[in-house]
């Protein structure tokens, strides 16, 4: 699972009361999965709910590395927030030396 979506599964864990609808500062919220690029970034549809039903109010945009660069109705702080959360919990790859080969070894423990 790339960081993309365990950032999107965050802010569905931790901000939508109700599927994928959250609260914002000016209204409720619910976000559409559109298409995942090939490098893993996800993209979105953000509809704006009230008493007239449903409309498009923006769109949300994660990059595969977890980078929120946008999501309507969601504060940047909060969202920035979830994005070092998640990338925080991922090891980081360190490149392992090239082990030397067996001729060497025994040379060095030979001298």
């Keep these: ?3 993309a979506q ?3 599964n965050n802010i569905q864990e931790q901000l939508c009361h109700e599927g994928t609808t959250y609260k914002g500062n000016s209204g409720t919220y619910k976000f559409v999965m559109g298409r995942t690029t090939d490098e893993g970034t996800i993209n979105g549809v953000v509809k704006k ?4 039903g449903e409309r498009t109010a923006g769109s949300f945009k ?6 929120v660069m946008r999501f309507t109705g969601i504060a940047t702080k909060v969202s920035m927030a979830i994005t070092k959360e998640v990338q925080s919990q991922q ?5 392992v030396a090239p ?5 060497e070894t025994q ?3 030979a001298v």
């Design 6 to 8: 365990l950032v999107l």
């Design 99 to 103: 082990e030397e080969s067996n001729e």
């Design 91 to 95: 090891p980081t790859i360190e490149e």
């Design 1 to 3: 699972m790339t960081n």
């Design 62 to 67: 994660v990059l595969e590395d977890g980078t």
């Design 107 to 109: 040379e060095a423990i």
């Design 49 to 52: 709910i009230d008493e007239n």
